[in-house]
């Protein structure tokens, strides 16, 4: 239902090319694109992916420059396209500059009815600072005595989140050959199947999301049950025990 991606390694792709770090951005942009057609393709729920960190601020100028251009531009790019693309925005506007913040915003707004894919973009967000956020929400209801803290559920408290009806991720995957989740969805990703794959960024295609989530098909999931193992005769039966 939920695949979440850590889209890195645009850096480095561009780098070992010989290339400003900026073309790796332009060209991660591509991937995305294919991605997100991917996913349509294959029939997934929810793609949520992971554009710009509350931490990417300590980027150098030109690196921001064109993230704040490439970012708000794909998004432009995906709703004009008119594909059955839901885009929703995770991220706080602090820091963004206001077109950036109002495109996102637009973008929600003009594909709301859509029902295909929903597609979560993650731009200065922070998982941390989400939860965090959720509290201070939830600590001020409980003040004006609209929530009662002594009974308060995981389901109120995700309603407080960015995105309250993102639901669990199943598969969180990472390109770029970094093992670690970078404050990426601590919330919704506490279960998830994690997967980190070499390719950078600017290498996938929509194959990509197909193999890892063919990868996530194979995976035992056990929520702290133990596995459920197919019928056959247990090696304890019979031993001892009156046939009859
Ligand atoms: C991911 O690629 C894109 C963003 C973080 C915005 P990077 O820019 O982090 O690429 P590497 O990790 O330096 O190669
Ligand atoms: C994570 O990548 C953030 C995004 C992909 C947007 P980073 O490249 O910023 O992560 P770290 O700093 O290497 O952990
Ligand atoms: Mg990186």
New binding site residues.
Partial sequence: RHVAI???GNGRWATARGLPRTDGHRRGVEALVDVVHGALEIGLEHLTL????T??WKRPADELQTLMYEIPQVVHRLVTEKVDVRVRWAGTPSRLPADVVERLLDAERETRDHTGLTLTM?VNYGGRAEITAAAAKLAQEAVAGRVDPGSLSEHAFARCLHVPELPDVDLLVRT?G?Q?T?N?LPWQATYAELLFLDTPWPAVDRRTLWDAMEQYARRTRRYGSVARIPAQASPLSGRGAPTT
């Fill in positions: 850590v889209m890195d992971y554009a710009f960190s931490e990417n993650c770029g970094d670690r970078s990426f």
